[in-house]
């Protein structure tokens, strides 16, 4: 059974989710693709604060894996390199995480 407590803390968390999908989203779209370190460069960010907004753009097919890879220069590690799903799309509506 969910908590009032839980309730509220997932009440701040929702709108925070929506804005960082668009952030993530609107970062992959300006550079025409990026990989996860690449974003949080962009971003200013660390990685675990962008990963999941990467696995859930994905699951909503608003991105896809290219099949390529880059190296991550500090890890020296390949990681994948994300693109727009739909790389027409005018504009998307980002509200509260889906």
Not at 16 to 37: N, P, W
Not at 60 to 78: A, Y
């Amino acid at each position: 059974m969910t908590s009032l407590t839980q309730l509220s803390g997932l009440s701040h968390i929702l709108p925070t989710l929506g804005a960082r999908q668009e952030a993530v989203y609107q970062c992959i779209k300006a550079h025409g693709s990026a990989t996860l370190f690449e974003v949080c460069a962009y971003m200013r960010v660390f990685p675990n604060e962008v990963s999941g907004r990467l696995t859930e753009l994905a699951d909503l097919e608003l991105i896809r894996d290219s099949g390529q890879t880059r190296v991550n220069p500090r890890t020296h590690k390949p990681a994948t390199v994300w693109v727009l799903a739909k790389p027409d799309d005018k504009q998307l509506e980002f509200g509260d995480a889906a």
